[in-house]
């Protein structure tokens, strides 16, 4: 009764560990796999005979550590959901999930913020030029020590000391198209990081 | 973001060419195995493992088959079911959906052509050996 008591206890403790791994997903995304696991699991060791402890610790290393599981349910996760919908909230939700477990999915998460913060901003800034046609637009500004910044105004504000607009009226239509363009540019970098990230990590063989 | 993917495929580089080879062309084969597999009805993860493993020389890992057929449902290519079973635990079953039936008989249909042009093109290969 002991082993039996021991090698259950080893699969939960690998179940809990997973789970917090999994963190991310939804609850009830998270307890569905644990479930399929567990009975996953328990199918492997009654085609073994008796469970022991050696062959407890043999069927969870074949599924691999609960790390990389976690990972690989996550990316994939991702993965599905930016092909199901290419929304940018779908896009960025998923990335979170991403980025909570891997420093990759960070970095992509980043550059996905700043892809779509520059993309919006462009957006924006062609739609408020007509409304604030003096203020509006992409400036160069430069302070006495002869550095120069770009900025994106929407207009809101005054006209910047020592700076001048680049655009003009070219704003708009380059605002618009540049804007969706980085947008739509920004969610195929992070469908094609998330792809490449999967095929590095995604283990060929048990043996 | 390509800083990151690059400096892992850096570590894979190391690997033997061909060997490497094999491994992508497995895992690219990977989701059509699994498609096809359920082909016949449904079936529940360990079976089709075991399918996989018995029927074609894909040694597959675990952790990757279940986390890509969670990944094949979301895409709405299978649907799953529990069902109570007389080990005593209920079991997750996958079966194909109409949009999985279709995708499986695309890549079928790709792979068949693409096996047989390959085959012609090889075939002055394996009689020289």
Redesign the interface.
């Known amino acids: 009764m002991n082993t039996a008591n021991d090698t259950q206890q080893k699969i939960e403790a690998y179940l809990s560990r997973l789970r917090r791994n999994l963190r991310g997903l939804p609850a009830a995304e998270v307890e569905e796999i644990i479930r399929e696991l567990r009975s996953h699991i328990l199918d492997r060791l009654s085609a073994e005979g008796e469970p022991n402890a050696a062959s407890v610790d043999a069927s969870l290393t074949r599924l691999g550590s609960t790390e990389e599981l976690a990972d690989a349910y996550v990316t994939d996760s991702v993965l599905a959901q930016v092909e199901v919908s290419r929304s940018p909230w779908r896009v960025l939700s998923a990335l979170f999930r991403w980025a909570s477990l891997s420093v990759a999915g960070f970095v992509v998460l980043l550059g996905c913020i700043v892809g779509y913060v520059l993309g919006a901003a462009l957006f924006l800034c062609a739609i408020f030029k007509p409304f604030h046609p003096h203020t509006a637009g992409l400036w160069m500004i430069s302070d006495s020590s002869g550095d120069w910044e770009l900025s994106i105004r929407m207009g809101f504000g005054g006209i910047p000391a020592n700076g001048h607009e680049l655009l003009g009226w070219w704003m708009v239509p380059a605002g618009l198209i540049l804007g969706v363009g980085l947008v739509l540019l920004t969610t195929r970098l992070v469908l094609w990081s998330a792809r490449k990230y999967r095929q590095s990590r995604a283990l060929p063989s048990s043996q | 973001?390509?800083?990151?993917?690059s400096c892992?495929?850096a570590s894979?580089t190391q690997n033997d060419g061909a060997e490497k080879w094999e491994?992508?062309l497995?895992?690219g084969c990977l989701e059509l195995a699994v498609l096809a597999a359920l082909w016949g009805g449904r079936l529940?993860?360990?079976e089709i493992l075991r399918r996989l493993e018995s029927e074609s020389d894909l040694?597959?890992?675990?952790?990757?088959v279940?986390?890509?057929l969670?990944?094949l449902k979301?895409?709405?290519l299978l649907r799953s079911e529990?069902v109570e079973s007389d080990?005593?635990?209920?079991?997750?079953y996958y079966a194909l959906t109409p949009a999985g039936k279709k995708r499986a008989a695309e890549m079928a249909a790709v792979w068949e052509r693409f096996s047989s042009s390959m085959s012609k093109l090889l075939a002055p290969l394996s009689r020289g050996r």
Not at chain 2, 59 to 64: I, K, L, Q, R
Not at chain 2, 87 to 92: D, L, N
């Open positions: 973001m390509y800083c990151i993917v892992v495929k894979e491994v992508q497995r895992k529940y993860g360990l040694v597959v890992s675990e952790g990757t279940y986390p890509l969670s990944r979301t895409l709405g529990w080990a005593g635990h209920p079991r997750k």
